[in-house]
């Protein structure tokens, strides 16, 4: 007998908002299972705000109010059952966050946690990763947002470290990350990863998935060093308008894909990986599990 449940996860990240539906199936003696249902992105750069001037805007607080009634109707089309709202970096640092919340729960009757660092990090580690995790390899798992980015060292199985700092895209764009930021990573990353050989890195987040589906690699495949580094030379040799008109990029992703790759790419040279793996896991994957199975 086979049991399907319907959740959501809302993902208010520092570039995008993101609304997943995902099928639970559950059956006797088997594993449960996650697939997505339904993923809707929309771009509104809130760490544009929040990391420049302090506070979001009048106008991105009614696009997202219109977003979360939006949200709010495909949840019900949908027969979601249960769902959860998760603000990150951004709304973290915006000083009118709590305001955001409380219009947001007013006006579009959704409720919105807004997490901090620690806890975005613990969520998505609890994403499904087990295809890796069985293997008897050290991975580092990086996730990339706009304002911040996730940190967590898995070595045979386990979860052995975590860590976020304020670095991610958006704040990298507006020339907000300091060489101090930079050399704290480089240490951690150094110190965590010294007693182990043979790291490969797993990387979430939209710049990355964006990478790997041009890459036209098989899902579980890596993609090598080399091939990052030639990317980013690539892009990095073209506009703005070219990135959009030649490779198809969208706008909000055109000009942070850069940025990200730089992390990744000095991820793996303090961590001496030579691969790294796109599961195509996140944030919004990590609440549907943890909302799940009671973590959240």
């Given at each position: 007998?086979?049991?399907?449940?319907?959740?959501?996860?809302?993902?208010?990240?520092?570039?995008?908002?993101?609304?997943?539906?995902?099928?639970?199936?559950?059956?006797?003696?088997?594993?449960?299972?996650?697939?997505?249902?339904?993923?809707?992105?929309?771009?509104?750069?809130?760490?544009?705000?929040?990391?420049?001037?302090?506070?979001?805007?009048?106008?991105?607080?009614?696009?997202?109010?219109?977003?979360?009634?939006?949200?709010?109707?495909?949840?019900?089309?949908?027969?979601?059952?249960?769902?959860?709202?998760?603000?990150?970096?951004?709304?973290?640092?915006?000083?009118?966050?709590k305001e955001v919340v409380e219009i947001i729960a007013?006006?579009?009757?959704?409720?919105?946690?807004?997490?901090?660092?620690?806890?975005?990090?613990?969520?998505?580690?609890?994403?499904?990763?087990?295809?890796?995790?069985?293997?008897?390899?050290?991975?580092?798992?990086?996730?990339?947002?706009?304002?911040?980015?996730?940190?967590?060292?898995?070595?045979?199985?386990?979860?052995?470290?975590?860590?976020?700092?304020?670095?991610?895209?958006?704040?990298?764009?507006?020339?907000?990350?300091?060489?101090?930021?930079?050399?704290?990573?480089?240490?951690?990353?150094?110190?965590?990863?010294?007693?182990?050989?043979?790291?490969?890195?797993?990387?979430?987040?939209?710049?990355?998935?964006?990478?790997?589906?041009?890459?036209?690699?098989?899902?579980?495949?890596?993609?090598?060093?080399?091939?990052?580094?030639?990317?980013?030379?690539?892009?990095?040799?073209?506009?703005?308008?070219?990135?959009?008109?030649?490779?198809?990029?969208?706008?909000?992703?055109?000009?942070?894909?850069?940025?990200?790759?730089?992390?990744?790419?000095?991820?793996?040279?303090?961590?001496?990986?030579?691969?790294?793996?796109?599961?195509?896991?996140?944030?919004?994957?990590?609440?549907?599990?943890?909302?799940?199975?009671?973590?959240?």
């Amino acid at each position: 007998m086979i049991n399907i449940k319907k959740y959501a996860a809302i993902d208010i990240g520092s570039n995008a908002m993101r609304l997943l539906v995902a099928n639970i199936i559950e059956e006797s003696g088997k594993e449960t299972q996650f697939t997505k249902s339904s993923l809707v992105r929309v771009p509104i750069r809130l760490g544009q705000d929040a990391f420049t001037v302090g506070e979001i805007s009048q106008e991105n607080i009614e696009r997202m109010v219109d977003a979360m009634k939006a949200y709010k109707l495909l949840m019900k089309v949908h027969k979601v059952e249960k769902y959860k709202g998760c603000a990150t970096s951004a709304m973290r640092e915006a000083y009118n966050g709590k305001e955001v919340v409380e219009i947001i729960a007013r006006e579009a009757e959704i409720d919105i946690d807004i997490i901090d660092g620690k806890t975005e990090a613990a969520i998505i580690a609890s994403t499904d990763l087990h295809f890796l995790l069985k293997t008897e390899q050290t991975y580092l798992y990086v996730d990339v947002g706009g304002g911040s980015t996730e940190f967590s060292m898995f070595s045979n199985g386990k979860m052995i470290a975590s860590r976020s700092f304020k670095i991610g895209t958006v704040r990298m764009i507006n020339e907000m990350v300091s060489q101090v930021v930079w050399a704290e990573i480089e240490k951690w990353i150094k110190q965590i990863t010294e007693d182990y050989e043979h790291i490969s890195l797993i990387g979430s987040g939209g710049n990355i998935n964006r990478l790997f589906k041009m890459s036209g690699q098989l899902q579980d495949k890596p993609l090598s060093n080399m091939y990052l580094n030639s990317q980013y030379a690539l892009l990095s040799s073209m506009s703005y308008e070219q990135r959009i008109s030649e490779l198809g990029l969208n706008p909000d992703r055109a000009d942070v894909i850069i940025p990200a790759m730089q992390v990744y790419l000095n991820a793996m040279k303090w961590s001496g990986a030579r691969a790294i793996y796109v599961p195509k896991i996140g944030l919004s994957d990590g609440i549907i599990k943890a909302l799940y199975y009671g973590k959240i």
